[in-house]
């Protein structure tokens, strides 16, 4: 089994910062993508950033944080990080990771994390 554990979420004050954390572990033979996405109440879950796992990593990131959120990742811990700058309250909701790749059996996964919630006070 695959399984994501997720970390950093909180409460700040607009304007201020917040590094998200997600720990791929388990029954893992590659990691292709890993990103994050989040909700906030009343709305649909929505893209905020992925980035590639493979030689070249292309990371892409939703117009809304390009220039404020920064994704970055650790190939060799299966870990990727969310640093997230000049948060503003429309930031606000529960910051999901995913990942997709292989298992140790050769199956695709794709997986999501329980969620962790981001606050911003303005």
């Known amino acids: 089994q695959v399984q994501l554990v997720e970390s950093g979420g909180g409460l700040v004050q607009a304007g201020g910062s917040l590094r998200l954390s997600c720990v791929a572990s388990g029954s893992i033979f590659r990691v292709n993508l890993m990103g994050w996405y989040r909700q906030a109440p009343g709305k649909q879950r929505e893209l905020v950033a992925t980035a590639g796992f493979t030689s070249g990593g292309i990371t892409n990131y939703a117009d809304s944080v390009k220039g404020r959120f920064t994704i970055s990742r650790d190939s060799a811990k299966s870990t990727v990080y969310l640093q997230m700058n000049s948060l503003k309250p429309e930031d606000a909701a529960v910051y999901y990771c995913?990942?997709?790749?292989?298992?140790?059996?050769?199956?695709?996964?794709?997986?999501w994390g329980q969620g962790t919630p981001v606050n911003v006070s303005s």
């Open positions: 995913t990942a997709v790749g292989e298992d140790s059996a050769r199956r695709n996964f794709g997986r």
